[in-house]
């Protein structure tokens, strides 16, 4: 590491997050070091496949054109498999340019690089272990090499495993309900197939979320979901899946993955194709309800630490970077008023809460745990259901249309006690209720 002192900010993590907050504190002159446990850029990180490029505009302002991603997304598919039945809806916005498909490698090196050439520091292949306090305050960080590094705030953006977060006492033990497993495939597909398969003229990308199709038989459903996204040259194809459902159910994560990629419409997106990288990486899903707290004496949490992620949109990079720049523009306050205090700090959290980061968790609040309440109706019951009603909509069995109509009305309250058909019909309105108010 470089020979450093006065350090006014350390962020512990170089991931989106992290990276937000150091190039938001170097804009304003202060000296910031970014300690990074990987030799190299977004190697240790993975995610589906998608950035948003708004949040990378408010941080870099002009200069994020200079990201240069794989595709742009105007193609998103929601698809409901069935054993080899699929219903799939299907939307092309030609206009669209907020999310653009790159791979975590190349989006981590491009924010360091920025980073870097505007005099951030950086230490990699360095663990940070531990937390110096001075009394309550936090006052800089231990590293796996020994060395004790001093600075006036710390900002805590290691990602889901949020050790110092606990030790810093902002976060407590997760439980299973509280994360989902993402497991993922890199599969090789050369340009002109990908483009020809997925229905996308040059640059364009797609992204597929598949509900359904991960089941065994005679299991309860888990409560997970498929995806697909389509780089360049390879597609990622994956599975999030709640550790409560791996848990309960015994089946291995590479299972689902295997489920999914063998279900006859995914099989056919992907084939012939090589699986050139196999990964997994949790995600926090303790969203709005079991908030961490965001700041202590000395110290910000931000991104996965601090659990921003919108599963329900599989956006978590643009919370990470919304967050990261919040952190840094407090620290930057907290220099100019020599208060390193909570009293300080806080400003971080009544920003957050005035973002678009708070107002999309509050949004969803609700639904998770809807999810998981409701799990069997929702990811095996109504699926079969819809289902069953576009069979019956698309077959012509000379039996009579109002016949099958009746049939299915009938068995749709039958195979199902009235009760649960309430409390799903409540605990939905009870979602969007939330959702637009
Ligand atoms: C399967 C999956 C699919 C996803 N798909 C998408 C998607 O398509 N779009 C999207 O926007 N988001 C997606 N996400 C979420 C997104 O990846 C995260 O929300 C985002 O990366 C969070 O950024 P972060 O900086 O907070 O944490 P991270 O990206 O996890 O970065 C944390 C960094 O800290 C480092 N670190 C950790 N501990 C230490 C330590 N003690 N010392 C030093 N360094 C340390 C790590 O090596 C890492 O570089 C997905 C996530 C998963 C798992």
């Given at each position: 590491m470089e020979n450093i002192n006065d350090i006014d900010v350390i962020v512990i993590g170089a991931g989106p997050s992290g990276l937000a907050c150091a190039i938001t504190c170097k804009k304003e002159n202060k000296n910031v070091l970014v300690i990074e446990?990987?030799?190299?850029?977004?190697?240790?990180n993975m995610y589906g496949g998608a950035v948003y490029l708004e949040s990378l505009k408010e941080l870099l302002g002009n200069d994020y054109k200079n990201l240069s991603v794989d595709r742009i997304v105007k193609n998103h598919n929601w698809v409901i498999l069935n054993n080899d039945n699929s219903l799939k809806v299907s939307y092309k916005n030609k206009d669209a340019k907020s999310s653009g498909i790159i791979t975590r490698y190349s989006f981590d090196n491009f924010l360091a690089e920025y980073a870097k050439n505007l005099g951030v520091y950086f230490a990699n292949e360095t663990l940070v272990v531990d937390l110096i306090k001075k009394g309550n305050k936090i006052v800089g960080v231990k590293t796996d090499k020994g060395e004790e590094i001093y600075s006036k705030v710390t900002v805590i953006s290691e990602g889901f495993n949020s050790v110092l977060a606990k030790k810093a006492g902002l976060k407590t033990k997760m439980k299973p309900n509280d994360a989902i497993l993402g497991i993922k495939e890199v599969i090789r597909l050369d340009y002109e197939t990908i483009n020809q398969r997925f229905n996308l003229k040059e640059n364009e990308g797609a992204i597929y979320e598949f509900f359904g199709g991960i089941k065994g038989d005679n299991t309860e459903p888990p409560l997970g979901m498929g995806f697909l996204y389509t780089y360049k040259n390879f597609v990622t194809v994956g599975v999030g899946i709640s550790m409560k459902s791996l848990t309960d159910s015994k089946t291995k994560p590479y299972e689902y993955l295997e489920r999914l990629k063998s279900n006859e419409f995914v099989s056919s997106l992907i084939?012939?194709?090589?699986?050139?990288e196999y990964s997994a990486h949790s995600i926090p899903?303790?969203?709005?309800?079991?908030?961490?707290?965001?700041?202590c004496d000395g110290a910000l949490l931000v991104g996965d630490a601090a659990g921003l992620v919108d599963s329900i949109h599989f956006e978590g990079t643009n919370l990470a970077i919304k967050s990261g720049m919040l952190a840094g523009q407090t620290a930057v306050i907290a220099i100019q008023k020599n208060d390193y205090s909570k009293n300080t700090l806080k400003i971080y959290k009544e920003m957050l809460f005035n973002s678009f980061v708070m107002d999309d968790l509050k949004t969803y609040k609700n639904v998770i745990s809807v999810l998981y309440e409701r799990k069997n109706s929702i990811f095996s019951y109504y699926l079969n259901k819809a289902d069953e009603f576009f069979k019956l909509f698309t077959t012509a069995d000379n039996k009579g249309k109002k016949q099958g109509y009746r049939k299915f009305i009938k068995a749709f309250f039958k195979d199902r006690p009235i009760k649960d058909l309430i409390v799903d019909v409540i605990s939905f309105v009870k979602c969007v209720i939330n959702a637009i108010i």
């Amino acid at each position: 590491m470089e020979n450093i002192n006065d350090i006014d900010v350390i962020v512990i993590g170089a991931g989106p997050s992290g990276l937000a907050c150091a190039i938001t504190c170097k804009k304003e002159n202060k000296n910031v070091l970014v300690i990074e446990r990987a030799s190299k850029f977004g190697v240790k990180n993975m995610y589906g496949g998608a950035v948003y490029l708004e949040s990378l505009k408010e941080l870099l302002g002009n200069d994020y054109k200079n990201l240069s991603v794989d595709r742009i997304v105007k193609n998103h598919n929601w698809v409901i498999l069935n054993n080899d039945n699929s219903l799939k809806v299907s939307y092309k916005n030609k206009d669209a340019k907020s999310s653009g498909i790159i791979t975590r490698y190349s989006f981590d090196n491009f924010l360091a690089e920025y980073a870097k050439n505007l005099g951030v520091y950086f230490a990699n292949e360095t663990l940070v272990v531990d937390l110096i306090k001075k009394g309550n305050k936090i006052v800089g960080v231990k590293t796996d090499k020994g060395e004790e590094i001093y600075s006036k705030v710390t900002v805590i953006s290691e990602g889901f495993n949020s050790v110092l977060a606990k030790k810093a006492g902002l976060k407590t033990k997760m439980k299973p309900n509280d994360a989902i497993l993402g497991i993922k495939e890199v599969i090789r597909l050369d340009y002109e197939t990908i483009n020809q398969r997925f229905n996308l003229k040059e640059n364009e990308g797609a992204i597929y979320e598949f509900f359904g199709g991960i089941k065994g038989d005679n299991t309860e459903p888990p409560l997970g979901m498929g995806f697909l996204y389509t780089y360049k040259n390879f597609v990622t194809v994956g599975v999030g899946i709640s550790m409560k459902s791996l848990t309960d159910s015994k089946t291995k994560p590479y299972e689902y993955l295997e489920r999914l990629k063998s279900n006859e419409f995914v099989s056919s997106l992907i084939k012939d194709g090589e699986v050139i990288e196999y990964s997994a990486h949790s995600i926090p899903e303790t969203g709005y309800k079991m908030l961490p707290k965001l700041y202590c004496d000395g110290a910000l949490l931000v991104g996965d630490a601090a659990g921003l992620v919108d599963s329900i949109h599989f956006e978590g990079t643009n919370l990470a970077i919304k967050s990261g720049m919040l952190a840094g523009q407090t620290a930057v306050i907290a220099i100019q008023k020599n208060d390193y205090s909570k009293n300080t700090l806080k400003i971080y959290k009544e920003m957050l809460f005035n973002s678009f980061v708070m107002d999309d968790l509050k949004t969803y609040k609700n639904v998770i745990s809807v999810l998981y309440e409701r799990k069997n109706s929702i990811f095996s019951y109504y699926l079969n259901k819809a289902d069953e009603f576009f069979k019956l909509f698309t077959t012509a069995d000379n039996k009579g249309k109002k016949q099958g109509y009746r049939k299915f009305i009938k068995a749709f309250f039958k195979d199902r006690p009235i009760k649960d058909l309430i409390v799903d019909v409540i605990s939905f309105v009870k979602c969007v209720i939330n959702a637009i108010i």
